[in-house]
């Protein structure tokens, strides 16, 4: 196993400095790949979190009179900061977080690509003119910055979520206070140099590493304005129950699924599905969740995931050459893994590769990649986001039956289909109840330009990550009306 080296930032970020924040406690980082300590960092305090607020709010009023194209200029600096610094900032990362060297370099390059992108995104977002039915009046809209964000970041991709948040709302005039998981929090406290070297005033942004207890407090903070959250729809829940009428971008759990209709290319249907369902060791919102075949192509099918899986799939080091899959974050999301399989067992269902915890690396966070045939729908794997390396498979009768095991799930976020038919491709395109279909892709592909969230009605939230439409959800419109008398 590579050796694990001390990161260079290893305290709060209030206000514009690094900081040991104002109370004792610390909190130890441990790498998933190797058990090894990486470093500790304070726990942040209630008045550490007043401070954060207090100079978020002295700083928002003079970052929005300097006008768009400073913002603009400040955030492009941003960007071509981080691009200098991605082979180091991408280790730290997987360091800390457990995923392959790969990804990590490829998490630190969207990022710097989201500065420049939502820098050239302000810049345009225009209003209108809207007629009036008084002749003597005129009205237009222009949009405004909300204030001070709250910004809730998950561990599964720490600096490139931040950015998801950050760049939009930094080129938009906000303020941010953002609480990273504590056992992730190296990469963004790191990255902060790159904002300062660019030019971004003290108290815009401020760090504070904290748990859910934390979490509750910050949303709850009356200097608080609005909230970006991307996690879980329980946290969600808890959230919005806590915050009440704060404005809030929510971007949480999905479960798939991934359709192969029975004119699907199966060799394309079965490599995008294993992709899906390995890549960040599965721990991703838009992974492949559940895979839902047609029976006349069942069988085939399963032998594609099989082939290319044994094939591509290397479990190892994520610091190492050739390893695609690593170490699972943390002892949670392991616990869940063991007990979606465990209840894959009791129901008789085929494990056809992997299915538990490797015990040939230096932590039990190494997970086989996972292939289970015949899973029934009322099973953990279909009910549930199991947020691993699994690729559950369950076969649907016709294309109505698939339509209806697909919508059957809680959840909505993003799926995918896989058909050579255009009437099919709409039908499902339409008639899916997630906020995002992919047509012969993975459901786990994404760009920073492309609106990502939830459908309406589904427990996996509202407003949008990505493109100009992140820049709408994190600003007001307001309308002006000019009296010409």
């Known amino acids: 196993m590579t050796a694990v080296s001390a990161p260079t930032r290893t305290q709060l970020f209030i206000g514009g400095e690094y900081s040991d924040g104002s109370g004792d406690a610390r909190y130890d980082v441990v790498s998933p790949s190797t058990g090894e300590?990486?470093?500790?960092?304070?726990?942040?305090?209630?008045a550490d979190l007043d401070l954060a607020v207090e100079k978020a709010h002295a700083a928002k009023e003079a970052w929005q009179k300097i006008g768009v194209f400073k913002r603009a200029e400040i955030c492009h600096g941003i960007g071509y900061a981080l691009e200098r610094r991605v082979d180091e900032l991408a280790r730290l990362q997987t360091l800390e977080q457990g995923?392959?060297?790969?990804?990590?370099?490829?998490?630190?390059?969207?990022?710097?690509q989201l500065f420049h992108l939502h820098a050239e995104d302000a810049i345009r977002l225009n209003g209108e003119t809207i007629p009036s039915s008084d002749t003597s009046k005129r009205m237009f809209t222009f949009r405004a910055a909300v204030g001070v964000w709250a910004i809730i970041t998950p561990w599964n991709f720490p600096l490139l979520m931040f950015a998801e948040f950050v760049a939009p709302g930094l080129a938009t005039g906000n303020a941010h206070v953002v609480k990273p998981p504590q056992n992730t929090a190296l990469t963004v406290l790191a990255a902060m140099e790159c904002l300062i070297e660019a030019g971004v005033p003290e108290g815009l942004v401020s760090i504070l590493p904290g748990d859910g207890a934390f979490g509750a407090q910050l949303v709850s903070h009356t200097g608080i304005d609005a909230i970006g959250f991307i996690g879980s729809s329980a946290t969600a829940a808890k959230i919005q129950q806590t915050a009440g009428l704060k404005r809030s971008i929510m971007e949480c759990s999905g479960n798939g699924p991934v359709v192969v209709l029975a004119d699907a290319n199966l060799e394309r249907a079965a490599k995008a599905a294993v992709d899906g369902a390995f890549f960040c060791a599965g721990q991703v919102c838009c992974a492949?969740?559940?895979?839902?075949?047609?029976?006349?192509?069942?069988?085939?099918?399963?032998?594609?995931?099989?082939?290319?899986?044994k094939a591509t799939v290397k479990l190892g080091d994520p610091l190492a050459d050739g390893t695609n899959?690593?170490?699972?974050?943390?002892?949670?999301?392991a616990e869940k893994m063991d007990a979606h399989m465990a209840d894959a067992r009791e129901r008789g269902f085929d494990i056809l590769m992997g299915g538990q915890r490797s015990t040939d690396f230096p932590t039990d966070l190494y997970y086989e990649?996972?292939?289970v045939d015949g899973v029934s729908e009322d099973s953990l794997l279909s009910k549930e986001e199991s947020f691993g390396p699994v690729l559950p498979i369950i076969v649907g009768q016709d294309d109505d039956d698939i339509l209806r095991i697909a919508n059957s799930d809680a959840l909505g976020l993003q799926s995918a289909v896989f058909t050579q038919n255009m009437t099919s491709a709409f039908r499902f395109m339409e008639e899916l109840q997630t906020g995002q279909v992919v047509v012969n892709?993975?459901?786990?592909?994404?760009?920073?330009?492309?609106?990502?969230?939830?459908?309406g009605g589904k427990?996996?939230?509202?407003?949008r990550i990505g493109g100009v439409h992140t820049l709408l959800d994190m600003t007001d419109l307001r309308t002006g009306v000019i009296h010409l008398d």
Request: aromatic share 10%; glycine share 8%; proline share 6%.
């Open 37 to 46: 300590f990486i470093a500790s960092i304070p726990v942040p305090t209630e």
């Open 288 to 309: 492949t969740e559940r895979v839902i075949v047609h029976q006349d192509v069942h069988e085939e099918f399963v032998r594609e995931v099989l082939k290319y899986a």
């Open 99 to 112: 995923k392959p060297l790969a990804e990590s370099i490829a998490d630190v390059k969207e990022a710097a």
């Open 441 to 455: 892709d993975s459901n786990g592909w994404w760009d920073i330009n492309m609106p990502f969230g939830g459908a």
């Open 369 to 371: 990649f996972t292939v």
């Open 325 to 333: 899959l690593g170490p699972l974050n943390n002892q949670l999301v």
């Open 459 to 463: 427990g996996t939230g509202w407003g």
